[in-house]
């Protein structure tokens, strides 16, 4: 097996919503394998520190501030980050928001916030990337949620979402395949340690509930998904195209989850 595959010396890694959580591992994991990576989302103090945290790594990072929900800015940082480090070969689009809430008990602006950064977010993301990408050879990662194919309750802002994420990510498949551009989403499941799943699961015993409908009976590691991610942007992947990728122990195989419990406590602490 040629491990070399997996080696990114030289290749620019662009991650959205790259300062945190999932995003910020796969940044991690590509900067430990040689790329240069640039990293977006809307706090400078938080790209500019997950730029430091990269760069002790031995890699040339670049940390910018930009909202998804806002194309100009998107513009600029994909400009600056072409400048430094040349054309895009590995796209990250990772941007998200959530919280639970029924949808008699969500606003209007509640709803159209998560799919905005979420699902108009995403378009922007790739749309004004398509200009930096190398092409041929250019591989997005779109950074979806079980939600998108499993109605869940207290979600059904992420659920519109996140649907409309994957199936963003077939369209694009499709119309940029001839380009040598290649388009999946990778689906996590629970990760510990990240924000969503502290939104999710806020007590113990909402989390230990989770783990025990996961199959494998664990929770998902950030590394878990980062290596997906290198697969994927790898030599390994090149076949691979318009893919809805689970990532999640088999917790897409159960069947709807029931947050109610999660969702009171989530009041509770309001």
């Known amino acids: 097996m040629d491990l070399s595959a997996l080696d990114f010396t030289g290749r620019h890694l662009f991650v959205a919503g790259g300062s945190s959580g999932i995003n910020f591992g796969i940044a991690q994991a590509f900067a430990r394998a040689g790329a240069r990576v640039t990293v977006i989302s809307r706090s400078p103090d938080k790209v500019a520190a997950a730029a430091r945290q990269l760069q002790a790594l031995g890699t040339q990072a ?40 029924s949808a008699l008990d969500m606003s209007p602006n509640a709803f159209k916030t998560v799919v905005d950064i979420d699902l108009l977010g995403s378009f922007n993301v790739a749309r004004l990337a398509h200009a930096h990408l190398r092409k041929p050879g250019a591989c997005v990662i779109q950074i979806s949620a079980g939600q ?54 806020p007590t113990e015993e909402t989390l ?11 929770l998902g590691r950030i590394e878990d998904i980062s290596r997906m991610a290198m697969l994927l942007a790898s ?10 990728i689970p990532v999640d122990g088999g917790l897409a195989l159960t069947g709807p989850r029931d947050f109610s419990a999660a969702a009171a406590a989530s009041r509770r602490d309001r």
């Open 62 to 101: 670049l940390g910018l501030a930009a909202d998804v929900r806002h194309p100009d800015s998107l513009e600029r940082a994909f400009a600056a980050a072409s400048a430094r480090f040349g054309p895009i070969d590995v796209l990250v689009s990772g941007a998200a928001g959530n919280f639970l809430a």
């Open 148 to 201: 998108a194919f499993t109605p869940t309750p207290f979600q059904a802002h992420v659920c519109a979402a996140k649907a409309g994420v994957d199936m963003l990510t077939q369209v694009l498949a499709l119309e940029w395949g001839p380009l040598g551009v290649r388009i999946n989403s990778i689906v996590p499941g629970p990760i510990a340690g990240t924000e969503g799943l502290k939104r999710l699961a």
């Open 208 to 218: 230990d509930a989770m783990t025990q409908r996961v199959p494998l009976r664990r």
């Open 235 to 244: 030599d390994w992947g090149s076949w691979i195209t318009g893919a809805i």
